[in-house]
Nanobody
């Protein structure tokens, strides 16, 4: 079955950097568009970035553009998110999520103009604070 294991989160000071990793299995990773989605109790879910299966196309939310970089290693079925110039507003649980069909709608799916993404991992907590 689909498994997504996020790691690399932690506590970092404003202006600092972190690299998140996601180990994927149970599906054709190299053929799957992937996103990072973050969630906070107050703001809910926010789409962060997207990368095509071959890694050729990427896109970012305006809130992270220029600071975050998404990448993937299809040989290892790994997804990454390099986060620089972190700000307190980046504090959230971060999930890697594969592009999935919007039907049937389920609570795990986060649907955006870029498509629907299944948040099936446990996420990794990023806290930006001094």
């Amino acid at each position: 079955q689909v498994q997504l294991v996020e790691s690399g989160g932690g506590l970092v000071q404003p202006g600092g950097s972190l690299t998140l990793s996601c180990a994927a299995s149970g599906f054709s990773f190299s053929a799957t568009t992937m996103s990072w989605v973050r969630q906070t109790p107050g703001a809910g879910r926010e789409w962060v970035s997207i990368i095509a299966g071959n890694g050729g196309n990427t896109n970012y939310a305006d809130s992270v553009k220029g600071r975050f970089t998404v990448s993937r290693d299809n040989a290892k079925s790994m997804l990454y998110l390099q986060m620089n110039s972190l700000q307190p507003k980046d504090t959230a649980v971060y999930y890697c999520a594969p592009l999935v069909s919007p039907r049937p709608p389920t609570p795990e799916k986060h649907c955006t103009p870029h498509g629907c993404f299944a948040m099936r991992g446990q996420g990794t907590q990023v806290t930006v604070s001094s």
